[in-house]
């Protein structure tokens, strides 16, 4: 069996990375033998957004991307043993998301990706208030 789903819970209107919502990592709480597969979609910003327009005029047909990468398996607790938040467990994901996509696209993301840092700063789900 294959889940997928988008951590952010919605398309982003800056097209970059968001904050996800925890319920990513409280699906890997409960499942932590299954690896999760990172995806990431970039290009989408020029089709058609909650029925509106596009939000760039279009030549041609856009060019949307997918890159697939490498499962990964989320640990649950921490170097010291401490048991990770499910934001915690949302936000590895986010940051195996980022290391997909180009450097413009990588939002909330971009430092952690260039520091190649595991250290999870607090982060608000989408929608829920700002960063």
């Known amino acids: 069996m294959l889940v997928g789903i988008f951590p952010e819970g919605t398309r982003s209107p800056t097209a970059t990375l968001q904050?996800?919502?925890p319920g990513v990592g409280l699906l890997i709480r409960r499942n932590p033998e299954v690896p999760?597969?990172?995806?990431a979609i970039w290009g989408?910003?020029?089709l058609p957004f909650n029925g509106a327009k596009g939000r760039r005029p279009l030549r041609g047909w856009p060019r949307v991307t997918v890159?697939?990468?490498?499962p990964i398996r989320i640990a649950l607790q921490d170097e010291a043993g401490r048991e990770r938040t499910a934001q915690e467990l949302a936000d590895e994901v986010m940051v195996a998301i980022a290391r997909l996509l180009p450097e413009p696209y990588r939002g909330a993301y971009r430092e952690r990706v260039v520091l190649g840092s595991r250290?999870?700063?607090p982060s608000t789900p989408?929608?829920?208030g700002s960063r």
């Open 67 to 70: 890159r697939i990468g490498a």
């Open 44 to 46: 989408t910003e020029v």
């Open 119 to 121: 250290a999870v700063r």
């Open 126 to 128: 989408a929608g829920t």
């Open 19 to 21: 904050a996800p919502h």
């Open 36 to 39: 999760v597969i990172p995806v």
